[in-house]
């Protein structure tokens, strides 16, 4: 346990949890008992001693945070490009309008038979970088000539 630096592990660590239990491992490197730490740390006593028998057991790798499972992905990897390209087409298909997330979210449902909410879809996109930023869209039926017209003969403030 000595030959490590938790201090300087700790402040270099992204990962919050990681850090915690970098700190944890740091205040007993001091000293410090389980009480005192996990009142520090804000954790159960019980939480600090498996820190220290997970370091002693797998080293510093004990303490990194392992991946969670989390819900499964809508799509799976081999849907994706098709997904991707489908949304991209669903775009090139409108004439002068975007594509909401409302669009994807039934495209979804009707090429992969996929049900989820709103927020999905726009984190699916993002995923699959397809988030884009774009300019005021343009009505399928807007008359540029008639436009231009209007803005000569506007009041300008």
């Not at 490590?4 to 660590?13: C, N, R, T």
């Not at 799509?75 to 997904?83: E, T």
Request: with cysteine; aromatic share 8%; net charge positive.
């Amino acid at each position: 346990m000595q030959d490590h630096d938790f201090h300087m592990l700790a402040k270099k660590e992204l990962h919050a949890r990681t850090r915690v239990r970098l700190l944890g491992m740091a205040h007993l490197q001091d000293g410090w008992d389980y009480q005192k730490i996990a009142t520090a740390l804000r954790v159960h006593e019980a939480t600090v001693h498996g820190w220290m028998q997970r370091f002693k057991t797998s080293g510093l790798d004990g303490l990194i945070e392992s991946p969670r499972s989390g819900a499964k992905r809508k799509l799976d990897a081999s849907q994706k490009p098709r997904f991707k390209q489908a949304v991209i087409n669903l775009q090139e298909q409108r004439s002068g309008s975007r594509t909401t997330g409302h669009d994807v979210q039934a495209m979804l449902g009707q090429q992969f038979e996929v049900s989820c909410c709103l927020n999905s879809v726009y984190n699916l996109l993002a995923r699959l970088d397809l988030v884009w930023i774009t300019a005021r869209s343009k009505h399928a039926k807007r008359n540029q000539a008639s436009q231009d017209a209007f803005k000569k003969t506007s009041v300008k403030w």
